[in-house]
């Protein structure tokens, strides 16, 4: 079954190399969405898969690569209009802060 999650990860999670540890996670299962930074020093993202692979990614999401501290991760269901917030042509991208 496919699903689509929006998640917001925090702890120490920016400048440590978060956002690039998601979107290789992601596009190493084949999972589409994107990744951002946000003002407040969390990072979001929005995963689409299959949902044994969107969970796995997430798990990797509690983890975080070296050096970044994560304290929560919250989830939920997400719409197919999140997921387009996407660039044309990608199947997973890195924006710019929000």
């Not at 990744?35 to 990614?57: I, M, P, Q, Y």
Request: with cysteine.
């Amino acid at each position: 079954m496919r699903i689509i999650r929006h998640v917001v990860i925090r702890g120490r999670v920016q400048g440590v190399g978060f956002r690039a540890f998601v979107e290789d996670e992601a596009l190493g299962r084949g999972v589409q969405g994107w990744v951002r930074n946000r003002r407040d020093g969390s990072v979001e993202a929005v995963f689409a898969g299959d949902a044994d692979v969107v969970t796995d990614l997430i798990e990797a999401c509690r983890r975080g690569p070296p050096g970044a501290r994560v304290d929560a991760v919250h989830q939920q269901e997400a719409t197919s209009g999140e997921l387009g917030l996407r660039r044309a042509g990608e199947m997973f991208s890195v924006l710019p802060t929000a």
